[in-house]
T-cell receptor, first 114, second 111 residues
Framework: NAGVTQTPKFRVLKTGQSMTLLCAQD?????MYWYRQDPGMGLRLIHY???????AKGEVPDGYNVSRLKKQNFLLGLESAAPSQTSVYFC?????????????FGAGTRLSVL | EDQVTQSPEALRLQEGESSSLNCSYT??????LFWYRQDPGKGPEFLFT???AGEEKEKERLKATLTKKESFLHITAPKPEDSATYLC????????????FGTGTRLLVSP
């Protein structure tokens, strides 16, 4: 039972480069989320998806794009990386958002932008 | 603005020394409060959900309680394997029911 799997685990980029982070879940969850975690700050929501083919902006969406072409996958893209995007990125999924719905997290991707 | 504050930022205990972590919140509409555990280099792992004031939940050495303004995570007779960062998050009812996270409490339990 894999749960939520994120790839890659680590990445170093130069300013201006692009990359895509992949999140896959095997729990048949409808909702998926991308967060970033920075020192001294709580997890902040970047983008989320309420189902296949749908995405929406979270708290800190600037500089990121997302796509959810398949229910089990949620991709986070950085078109032109900036040092301010150095962070740990977490993907999560949940069955829904009502009472009792728990968000399950992946192990994270550690990204450094030089 | 919805806000979650956790204290202390860091806590060092001796094995067997019980203590409590605090999570205070000011939110527009609380739907639930979540506790997660996060080990270094890993993602948050779900522990508890609390929905209403007075509710309590227990799991091994951990007990979570909820009042109208705060939640406590009580750790009874901790062991070194309880060392981790404990995150609190509140689910707020603002259209999309998002989670607002605190910055966490880093717990270190020494043998």
């Amino acid at each position: 039972n894999a749960g939520v799997t994120q790839t890659p685990k680590f990445r170093v980029l130069k300013t201006g480069q692009s990359m895509t982070l992949l999140c896959a879940q095997d729990m048949n969850h409808e909702y998926m989320y991308w967060y970033r975690q920075d020192p001294g700050m709580g997890l902040r929501l970047i983008h989320y998806s309420v189902g296949e083919g749908t995405t929406a902006k979270g708290e800190v969406p600037d500089g990121y794009n997302v796509s959810r072409l398949k229910k089990q996958n949620f991709l986070l893209g950085l078109e032109s990386a900036a040092p301010s995007q150095t962070s740990v990125y977490f993907c999560a999924s949940s069955r829904g958002t009502g009472l009792g719905n728990i968000q399950y997290f992946g192990a994270g991707t550690r990204l450094s932008v030089l | 603005e919805d806000q979650v504050t956790q204290s202390p930022e860091a806590l060092r205990l001796q094995e067997g020394e019980s203590s409590s972590l605090n999570c205070s919140y000011t939110v527009s509409g609380l739907r639930g409060l979540f506790w997660y555990r996060q080990d270094p280099g890993k993602g948050p792992e779900f522990l508890f959900t609390l929905y209403s004031a007075g509710e309590e939940k227990e799991k091994e050495r951990l007990k979570a309680t909820l009042t109208k303004k705060e939640s406590f995570l009580h750790i009874t007779a901790p062991k070194p394997e309880d060392s981790a960062t404990y995150l609190c998050a509140v689910q707020v009812n603002t259209g999309f029911q998002k989670l607002v996270f605190g910055t966490g409490t880093r717990l270190l339990v020494s043998p």
